[in-house]
């Protein structure tokens, strides 16, 4: 997650499924950071002494190159087996 923080105070994010911490900072003005989020899920951002406002962007979540050729490697051959199964009946 892409995020950026502006104001003041202490900033922690925490996972609500394990209860741990998973990013603590002091912010002073501006903090632009990628946080990388260990899984799907629910997460809680708190901010403690001060003010801050915060903006986060999700970028798109891929499968590995590996698992795209394998999907497309396996459509194709369901649609030649359709095809196929088709032209024969």
Known sequence: MNSSFNGK????ILDQFSNRTIFTYNVSEHLAYPIVLPREGSYAV????????FSAYYPG???????????????????????????RA
């Open 9 to 12: 105070g202490r900033l922690i």
């Open 46 to 53: 708190y901010v403690l002494n001060g003010s801050l406002t």
């Open 61 to 87: 979540v891929y499968p590995t190159l590996k698992v795209q050729k394998a999907l497309y490697m396996s459509i194709t051959i369901l649609a030649f087996v359709l095809a196929l199964w088709r032209w």
